[in-house]
């Protein structure tokens, strides 16, 4: 017999292929096995994602890290209940490839399919350490791909307090480590190189308090201007590039931090999820520890892009009775655009 409600989700909106299973009972759900295959080797010899390449890896990737995750469940494909698939935001050929892949064995094994929001699944992601959050909360969902700061009443009802206008925040990250001569992805190698400094004699611009959005555009500019006036010095002085970096993490967390800070006051709601890449970020962990009453994160591992978040949304919605199985492809998706139970 199944048991109660045993989702597989496949998560491939960038470059990472993802597939994992996660059990519902009683509501509250169990992750019975994850398995990740990850491209960041692969793009780094490019300075950042290639999409054609991503994609390509996918299809490779998919019926692999699917098995994976069946035998670390002790499962086969005929104790799954449902299949949760991520079909956007993110690269179309890489959403593609997931969605064909979960479609097809959909087919094959007459299972439902449902859509899920990326998005959406980071904003949940603190739930598969079976922390459950009281509502109304705000998630602060960063990431190479997403800056998002989110109002979360109830399950699919959402309010956009801020979005990025231009870089996400791991971008900017990302491209600031470039400048610095770093590797891609960058944001981490950063953020260990401004550590073992507690100042700066370096001055960035602070960014765009003044917009209800965030843009992280300006601050790469102004990056690339410091890096460029001090080229001499940073060049021949270690200390001064651990100076421009901790420059450059200030500059990123307080533009962060300055909106969170804004929302709970505003709103009125002391409760903050934070998701996403750059929530792995200590300097960012301690700012907003500092600052906001109730701050909970997600686990390291589901920080970053997974398809355990991918299940446990398709497994919630499921039995709210607001999951949908329309599997479009969308490159774009507003989380205020989901639907409601
Ligand atoms: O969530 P994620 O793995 O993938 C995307 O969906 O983008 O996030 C990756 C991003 C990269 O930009 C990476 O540089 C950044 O998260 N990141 C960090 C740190 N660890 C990862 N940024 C700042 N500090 C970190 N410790
Ligand atoms: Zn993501």
Same mark, same amino acid.
């Given at each position: 017999?199944?048991?109660?409600?045993? $989702? %597989?989700?496949?998560?491939?909106?960038? *470059?990472?292929?993802?597939?994992?299973?996660?059990?519902?009972?009683?509501?509250?759900?169990?992750?019975?096995?994850?398995?990740?295959?990850?491209? +960041?080797?692969?793009?780094?010899?490019?300075?950042?994602?290639?999409?054609?390449?991503?994609?390509?890896?996918?299809?490779?990737?998919?019926?692999?890290?699917?098995?994976?995750?069946?035998?670390?469940?002790?499962?086969?494909?005929?104790? +799954?209940?449902? +299949?949760? $698939?991520?079909?956007?935001?993110?690269?179309?050929?890489?959403?593609? @490839?997931?969605?064909?892949?979960?479609?097809?064995l959909g087919t094959s094994l007459g299972l439902p399919v449902n859509a899920v929001n990326h998005v959406e699944g980071h904003m949940f992601?603190?739930? %598969?350490? #079976?922390?459950?959050?009281?509502?109304?909360?705000?998630? =602060?969902?960063?990431?190479?791909?997403?800056?998002?700061?989110?109002?979360?009443?109830?399950?699919? !009802?959402?309010?956009?307090?801020?979005?990025?206008?231009?870089?996400?925040?791991?971008?900017?990250?990302?491209?600031?480590?470039?400048?610095?001569? %770093?590797?891609?992805?960058?944001?981490?190698?950063?953020?260990? %190189?401004?550590?073992? $400094?507690?100042?700066?004699?370096?001055?960035?611009? !602070? $960014?765009?308090?003044?917009?209800? *959005?965030?843009?992280?555009?300006?601050? !790469?500019?102004?990056?690339?201007?410091?890096?460029?006036?001090?080229?001499?010095?940073?060049?021949?002085?270690?200390?001064?590039?651990?100076?421009?970096?901790?420059?450059?993490?200030?500059?990123?967390?307080?533009?962060?931090?300055?909106?969170?800070?804004?929302?709970?006051?505003? =709103?009125?709601?002391?409760?903050?999820?934070?998701?996403?890449?750059?929530?792995?970020? !200590?300097?960012?962990?301690?700012? =907003?520890?500092?600052?906001?009453?109730?701050?909970?994160?997600?686990?390291?591992?589901?920080?970053? *892009?997974?398809?355990? @978040?991918?299940?446990?949304?398709?497994?919630?919605?499921?039995?709210? #009775?607001?999951?949908?199985?329309? =599997?479009?492809?969308?490159?774009?998706?507003?989380?205020?655009?989901?639907?409601?139970?």
């Amino acid at each position: 017999m199944k048991p109660s409600l045993v $989702v %597989l989700g496949i998560e491939t909106s960038c *470059d990472e292929t993802a597939a994992a299973v996660v059990e519902f009972s009683d509501s509250s759900a169990t992750i019975r096995a994850e398995s990740i295959s990850s491209q +960041i080797d692969l793009h780094a010899l490019y300075g950042g994602v290639v999409p054609e390449l991503a994609s390509r890896e996918h299809l490779r990737n998919l019926p692999i890290v699917c098995e994976q995750a069946l035998s670390g469940a002790g499962l086969a494909m005929n104790d +799954i209940s449902l +299949i949760g $698939v991520t079909s956007g935001p993110g690269l179309k050929g890489c959403l593609l @490839m997931g969605v064909t892949f979960a479609q097809g064995l959909g087919t094959s094994l007459g299972l439902p399919v449902n859509a899920v929001n990326h998005v959406e699944g980071h904003m949940f992601s603190h739930e %598969l350490a #079976g922390n459950i959050v009281e509502y109304p909360f705000l998630s =602060l969902v960063v990431s190479g791909g997403h800056t998002e700061l989110v109002l979360v009443e109830q399950l699919g !009802k959402y309010q956009v307090i801020a979005r990025t206008m231009d870089d996400a925040a791991g971008e900017a990250f990302d491209k600031s480590a470039h400048l610095l001569g %770093l590797p891609y992805p960058g944001g981490a190698a950063l953020s260990q %190189l401004a550590t073992s $400094v507690e100042s700066s004699r370096f001055v960035l611009p !602070k $960014v765009t308090r003044e917009t209800e *959005d965030f843009s992280f555009s300006g601050l !790469k500019t102004a990056v690339a201007l410091a890096i460029r006036k001090s080229k001499h010095i940073l060049d021949s002085e270690d200390k001064a590039r651990a100076e421009m970096a901790y420059a450059i993490e200030q500059a990123i967390v307080d533009a962060l931090a300055h909106k969170v800070r804004r929302a709970v006051q505003i =709103l009125n709601v002391p409760r903050l999820v934070v998701a996403g890449g750059v929530s792995a970020n !200590k300097t960012l962990r301690a700012k =907003l520890k500092s600052e906001v009453p109730e701050v909970v994160f997600s686990e390291p591992k589901h920080c970053t *892009d997974n398809a355990a @978040m991918v299940a446990l949304i398709a497994g919630k919605r499921e039995l709210a #009775g607001c999951s949908s199985n329309k =599997l479009e492809i969308m490159s774009q998706w507003p989380v205020e655009n989901l639907m409601n139970p």
